[in-house]
Each structure stands twice: as C-alpha cells, then as structure tokens.
C-alpha cells in the first residue's frame, strides 16, 4: 500500500484554532460566572472534551492506494473503496458549489456528504482544498479526497483502476 499524507489547510486549522478557543473561552465564562468548579462546569467541560477528542478520532488523517483499494485513513475506523474499474481526476473545483448535507465543515478536516450540480451526491474527505481529487467509483459513488501528492495519488489510483487516466477535467 502507498501512503498519501494529507496536511490540514490553513482554512481547517484557523477554523480548528477557532473551535478550540471557544470552546476554552465558554467553559472557562461558565466557571467564573459560577465562581467555583461545580459539578454542572465538570460535566460541560468533560462533554466538550470528549467530543472534541472523538472528533479527532473519526477524521481523515491521510490515505493510503494499493491492493485495488483506497483507504481513507483514521485514527479509529478507515474506510475502503474498490478502485478496480474507478475514473480518478485531478478538479480544482470539486468542492466549488457544494452544500454539506451532513458531516463536519472544518474541524481537523472536511468530512461528509455532500451535494453539487456538478459531481451530484459525494463523500468529502479532505483536508486541503488545493489539492482535490475526484474518485468516481465503479458503483457510481463519488468521493473527493486531497493528498498532498495529487498527481502522484493519481497515478497509483489509475494503476489500481485499470483504466486510463483522465486529470484536470472540470467537467
């Protein structure tokens, strides 16, 4: 299996950075407001801590492409798509026009599904938009992910695939 990194954009780690502020921000309000760490700040402080660590669990952390597969990498559970017969692109505008139907829209990365005119429903795991990659998949899914590496990405998805390679369409 080939390794792909995929670093986090300035956009996710500014919108990361945001989160996190606030989230300290609140709790330590909430904790002043109540001048003395009750039980009620205890249990807000150990929930937004949870969630923000089982955040960090389920995010794209990078990929990996071998073994006719694509494997979105996480800390806690990956998921795998078959590559045999896929169509993989480079399109700088995949995510362009694109409402978030359900998933994250910026913490650690941007995972979901998603709907466009363009590409129609896809899975978005990506967390660089300047280096995006469309996979549509043999079952007709879609799934747009960023490595670092597009073209090299590319060309080990294609060589998985078994079809020719098609890169830059924005169709």
């Not at 089982?54 to 559970?77: F, H, K, N």
């Not at 795998?80 to 650690?108: K, Q, W």
């Amino acid at each position: 299996m080939r390794q792909f990194t995929a670093t986090r954009s300035g956009t996710v780690l500014i919108a990361t950075t945001l989160f996190v502020l606030i989230l300290v921000g609140v709790a330590g309000l909430v904790a002043f407001r109540m001048q003395a760490a009750s039980l009620e700040v205890v249990a807000i402080g150990g929930l937004a801590i949870v969630a923000f660590l089982g955040m960090s669990l389920v995010t794209t952390q990078g990929y990996e492409v071998g073994e006719g597969m694509l494997v979105i990498r996480r800390a806690l559970i990956s998921r795998r798509f078959p590559l045999r017969g896929a169509l993989v692109r480079t399109d700088d505008l995949a995510m362009s026009g694109a409402i978030r139907v359900f998933g994250n829209g910026g913490l650690f990365a941007v995972d979901g599904l998603f709907y466009s005119r363009r590409l129609g429903w896809f899975r978005a795991y990506i967390r660089n938009s300047d280096h995006l990659i469309v996979v549509t998949l043999v079952d007709g899914r879609t799934v747009v992910v960023s490595p670092d590496d597009p073209l090299g990405f590319v060309e080990a998805a294609m060589r998985e695939s078994g079809i020719q390679q098609r890169t830059g369409d924005r169709s």
